[in-house]
């Protein structure tokens, strides 16, 4: 998979990486259902809800029924918002343009926890703007991809088999990263990473002082 990150510096008068908050990145092959495992533990943080935001991306592809929840923009918009430094990171995965909200900034500088959706391929990136960052990789084993990218319905099952294919040649090793296998009942998953959520909120309070 080409993809190709972009720090932007929508606040370049102020000190990077930021050193305040923690940035849990969840990242993984399409169809190992990311998007499944965060939103279990979004309705499960309880008190922790008012400390950890899951930032929504803005990606270049119009809202699926039943997909994740994105702000859209053609792709002269995107590079009209990147270009006014609306977007703390941008990249291109797939023949589409993503990014990341500005705000996020503040969520960290407040000593808060960013979570959200990235390509593995942007984490270097992201601890070049912040200095704690949590990598989790969501997975699940090749047979199990390629069933749940087919009743998606977006792609013919040859086209299917090549993004698998190019996941596999591109696989990233990512350093301290959590893996989290989707393969089974999604509570499992979904505590795990529960788990990492309260690591983070804890972490957030302290991780300015080291």
Known sequence: MMVSASIERAQAQEPFPIRQGVFVAVAGPSGAGKDSV???????????AREIVFAR???TRPMDAGGEEHDTLDEAAF???RAAGCFALSWRANGLSYALPAEIDGTMRSGGVAVANVSRAVIPALRERYAHVLPVIVTAPPEVLADRLSRR????REEVLARLARGADSELKVEDATLIDNSGPLEVAGERFLAVLRKAAAWSDVCDMV
């Open 79 to 81: 590079e009209r918002g």
């Open 57 to 59: 991306r803005v990606i």
């Open 38 to 48: 965060m939103d279990y533990a979004r309705q499960r943080l309880g008190g922790l």
């Open 153 to 156: 319905g977006r792609e013919t």
